[in-house]
């Protein structure tokens, strides 16, 4: 993490190892457990705006923006290799929180529904009552837990490949539920359904020997069952509906060189959202739920340096970039996941308290740079011009900053 998440080529601790290229875990030779806990906490704004006339004859636009009031979300991550100086075979295995994404936005209390509305101060409309055509109060909270075990294989001194099958758990909650068909009392709020997964990924890694090293290593999709989401609609009402999101194929390229005190570490992936299912179709279907979140591909480029100058206190930095997967034309649909971070920084450090354990720390902060941006879409408004439908003169957008802070401990065995 502290290196920006490049680990592919420059396999520093047996995490980003495992994380990203299970061939390198070939050039850990001892038997080494690793547990790290980090403390999430993300910030993001939504806003909306609506044109004059829109709430009736006369009526004046209106816009608001409301703050997510989430709290902090913990990331544990536990792994395992068991290396032997002088054997061709490692053995690895974890279970990490890969993926997730959550918002909670509360509805606005300044509505057309209320008797003290004043479209004058702050009043958000995405966030109106649905009676009031908003989504009223925005939830949603996705995890992803996977767990591998990994098999790294020495071809030669210099070159080693590596395989690791994967399975997958992950829960989906939603309020409003987009994917439902919604009724004459709207769109419903689901119950946390779950879903099992599996996967693979395979990679090579490469050590001159002198300094530079090279990994590659592809991750398959994670093919998921589907979520069986069990609705209440305002009315109390209930219905079941069915929904399937899959995790992106990613490739990944890394670069690593070590010369004395100082590691470099650079990675480049390239996440395949377009053939994804889940995210690679999006729009109103004919009973106006939603598709999907019709995502693009994304590059990622990582970057980090380690100085280890200091005895037994080595110092890390990392930078990571993300292009951003939701076209402007679709920005409504990804009101519930509005996790895009362009950029993030970490800080970090190890303590090593003897030949056996070390402590880890990193800081991490990210952000969007600028809103993702697009029109609020009615179904309503659809026309052969107007695919989407697309409310003239209105906007939605929303963009978040994170921080994190994440401690880990690490013990090898019988060193």
Known sequence: MSMGGAATGQPL???????WNPAAISTFDDKILK???GLFFSSPELSSSLPAGMLGPGAPGVSGTTADDRGLSPMPALAMVWGKEGSKHTFGASAFGISGFGVTF????NNPLSA????MENSNPINYPQAAMGFGHIESDYMLLQVGLAYAYELTDKISIGIQPNIDYAALELAPNPTANPTMAGYPTTDKASAIGFGAQFGVFYDSGLGLKLGASYKTAQKFGEFEFENTYLDNSTAKNNFQMDYPAIFSVGFGYSTGDVDLALDFRRVDYENTEGFSKTGWTQTASVAGFGWK??????????YKGINKLPLRIGYTYSSNPIPEEITFFNIPATAVIKNAYQFGLSYEVNSNWQLDAVYHYGDSNGATEGRI????MISPSNPNGAIPGSSVSYEMTTSMVMVGIGYTFNK
């Open 116 to 119: 003290s509305f004043n479209p």
């Open 13 to 19: 601790d047996i995490s980003g190892a495992l994380q």
């Open 297 to 306: 591909n994304i590059s990622i480029l990582s970057a980090g340096l380690q």
């Open 377 to 380: 879409l009615n179904p309503m």
């Open 35 to 37: 547990f790290d806990l």
């Open 106 to 109: 509360p509805e606005e209390a």
